[in-house]
């Protein structure tokens, strides 16, 4: 799990990373090329699965990277940050 | 012992509901593996396999995304739960998971599913965090409904058992226990639970003994285990030894003679040594229940739990549905009382109808009972127009759950009125003229019972609720089950304010609660001023006859006694004194 890019954010939202925020951004992360990872705390997790995401437990303020492998996208990772930045609109 | 194959293991809840029991054990657990076939796929067999799977995920989608199209507007939140369990169909977690299980293990698909699950599930279980740890049951549904497709027939499921088996459960729905039949369970072992609650009641119903609160039952007792439940000294022996099992055999057989002869004599009114006469009603939540309250005696129902008809379908049932339950009950109690409460939806059936974004971190101090139906007048009146049209039948009293001041009452009085209005108006036949109670069991209405008096014609006390909210004791809780004490100081006080302000008022007090159903409380409540009884219907033999040795005209000294008391314990110690040998010459009668 060689990240190609990765960027380093606080989880905003009141609720933290539950069900609907991480159904989100596994829906988000499915449509990139390659793999795209969530770490916290050393821990990784599969952006994909929402259960994987889930595992991590990040409650409101929580810092955590996301990272993709693949530079084609490059794109998926602007729109996750974007979702992550705005609270997942919550 | 040596020749004995497993040691004897004595396991202590709380008991359920009394009777001892032996039998073999049946684990109801949706990972049991009775529950799931296990075999080896052959290699060419293998794509098959995992097309099986495909499909059975495919159908699981199909049939929650029907239900979440056919989910009302209202309870749209209720909908995202399963949008999320769409989501987990697919989650790699879970279905690329069992796939490669498939593949490179060659086995079945619902072996690969439940292996899948059992990696995942425990990760969430084991988290500190309450929403996280609930996400477990997420994944326990998702996985069910695609193992439901995969075994070509519903999951597991109680009223599919065949055998004399004793269940042996993590817990217990409200759902569940009531498909429980009579005939093939003979008990009822639970991990949670407590006495006063649901699955309980159920078990106390249907007669089945019952200890709860184990904590562990089901890592400790395997399916086909002989165990021995004993559900009034709320202990389960697992793998009793010869002379353990003749031991209880024949408490068994004691408990059953006493049972019959209990039975017998119930039908004589309760009359105390004084000559006044207490009546002691029954409480049901099934209209088949009335049977019951008849065979043992019951003068009549003193609580009618109206909520069963409600979570026991998608939606809500008309009028027409209510008023023909409600008849059913009143033409077999003819002119006997029939005390309709009405619907008390609360924290643990509260599921499908509040919708999700109600999600409520305190369901016991939440939107239950009375505050729902206020919020929904058009379900409150629908269900006041059927109570009201089958008093025509019968002797009806209507009490009002959850009552905690008096604009609750003013409130309701006005949805009656125009209930009764508009059957009026429809020219269809009602009766506006029957008694209006409460329930007592917040704080606050003991509190203001005088300026409640003046508004109703009875009361009614819930002890589990009025245990609950004045002693802040969640009584589903098995760490301070032991703490919901109706022996309280604080709950005799109550009970005796509200009778005092009853009498003072012309307002009979009566009591529905779990503590009207246990004899030995009979002499402190006719102490209080309790005017009525109504209790599980097997518990109206043995408080009958409790009456009939209580002299009213000489409990002063004894109350005097009870109310200086400081503590639970002593107040039982005191009673059992005064008491116990009654009670106890009834029960060994």
């Given amino acids: ?90 | 012992m040596e020749n004995q194959k497993s040691k004897e293991i004595i396991l202590k809840g709380i008991g359920g509901s009394p009777g001892i029991c032996i039998g073999k054990a049946y684990l109801v657990d949706k990972e049991g593996v009775d529950v799931v076939k296990t075999y080896m796929v052959r290699e060419a067999a293998l794509p098959a396999e995992v097309n099986r799977f495909r499909t059975a995920v495919k159908k699981a989608r199909e049939s929650l995304r029907g239900i979440i199209d056919s989910t009302p507007e209202e309870f749209r939140q209720h909908a995202q739960i399963l949008e999320t369990h769409m989501l987990l169909l697919e989650d790699k977690m879970l279905f690329d998971r069992t796939i490669e299980m498939i593949e490179s293990e060659h086995i079945n698909a619902e072996w690969a599913l439940k292996k899948a699950v059992s990696l995942v599930k425990p990760i969430f279980e084991n988290m500190s965090d309450d929403y996280l740890k609930q996400r477990a049951e997420d994944i326990t549904h998702v996985s069910d409904r695609i193992m439901e497709n995969l075994v070509g027939g519903d999951p597991f499921n109680i009223a599919r058992i065949d055998k004399q088996v004793i269940l042996v459960a993590r817990d217990l729905s409200p759902a569940e226990t009531s498909q429980i039949q009579l005939e093939r369970i003979k008990g009822f072992v639970t991990n949670r639970g407590g006495k006063a609650s649901h699955t309980s009641i159920i078990a106390r119903t249907l007669e089945i003994p019952a200890v709860l609160g184990v904590g562990n039952a089901t890592l400790k007792i395997k399916n086909d285990d002989i165990i021995i439940v004993d559900g009034k000294a709320g202990i389960v022996v697992v793998n009793p030894t010869e002379q353990t099992l003749l031991a209880a055999e024949e408490r068994r057989e004691q408990y059953e003679r006493q049972k019959a002869l209990m039975v017998r004599i119930s039908h004589l009114p309760a009359q105390t040594k004084d000559g006044i006469r207490i009546p002691v009603m029954g409480n049901i939540e099934l209209p088949e229940e009335v049977v019951t309250v008849l065979d043992h005696g019951g003068d009549g129902i003193g609580l009618y739990r109206t909520e069963f008809q409600y979570l026991s379908r998608p939606d809500f049932p008309d009028e027409e549905a209510l008023f023909e339950n409600y008849k059913d009950v009143i033409d077999v109690m003819g002119e006997r009382p029939v005390t309709i409460r009405t619907l008390d939806i609360n924290g643990d059936k509260a599921v499908n109808f509040i919708p999700d974004n109600f999600q409520e971190l305190n369901p016991a101090l939440g939107l239950r009972a009375i505050r729902y139906c206020l919020l929904k007048p058009e379900i409150f009146k629908t269900q006041l127009r059927a109570i009201l049209r089958a008093a025509v039948h019968g002797n009806v009293r209507i009490l009002i759950p959850m009552i905690s001041g008096g604009d609750e009452v003013d409130q309701t009085i006005r949805l009656i009125d125009e209930a009764a209005e508009s059957l009026e108006k429809e020219g269809i036949p009602y009766n506006r003229d029957i008694p209006l109670g409460i329930m007592i069991e917040v704080p606050s209405a003991v509190i203001t019972a005088d300026i409640l008096a003046e508004k109703v014609s009875f009361f009614s006390i819930g002890t589990n609720d009025l245990i609950q909210y004045t002693l802040a004791i969640d009584r589903g809780n098995r760490h301070v089950a032991h703490l919901h004490q109706p022996l309280h100081p604080a709950i005799l006080r109550m009970i005796k304010r509200t009778c005092e302000v009853g009498r003072e008022k012309g307002v009979r007090t009566y009591m529905c609660g779990e503590m009207a159903g246990e004899p030995l409380y009979a002499p402190i409540l006719l102490g209080l001023g309790v005017d009525e009884l109504s209790m599980n219907p097997q518990a109206i033999p043995m408080v009958k006859n409790a009456i009939r040795s209580i002299n009213t005209a000489d409990m002063d000294a004894f109350m005097d006694e009870v109310m200086r008391l400081t503590t639970p314990d002593e107040i039982q110690l005191l009673l059992e004194r005064d008491f116990g040998s009654v009670v106890s010459a009834i029960e060994s009668a």
Avoid: Y
């Fill in chain 1, 1 to 90: 799990m060689k990240a190609a890019h990765s960027r380093t954010l606080q989880i905003v939202n009141d609720l933290g990373l539950h069900a609907r925020s991480a159904a989100q951004l596994a829906k988000l992360a499915a449509e990139a090329a390659g793999s795209v990872w969530i770490m916290k705390n050393g821990d990784t997790a599969d952006a994909t699965s929402m259960l994987d995401v889930l595992t991590l437990a990040c409650p409101k303020g929580s810092t955590i990277t996301v990272g993709i492998e693949d530079e084609a996208d490059i794109e998926t990772l602007d729109r996750i940050e974007a979702l992550i930045r705005r609270g997942f609109g919550e």
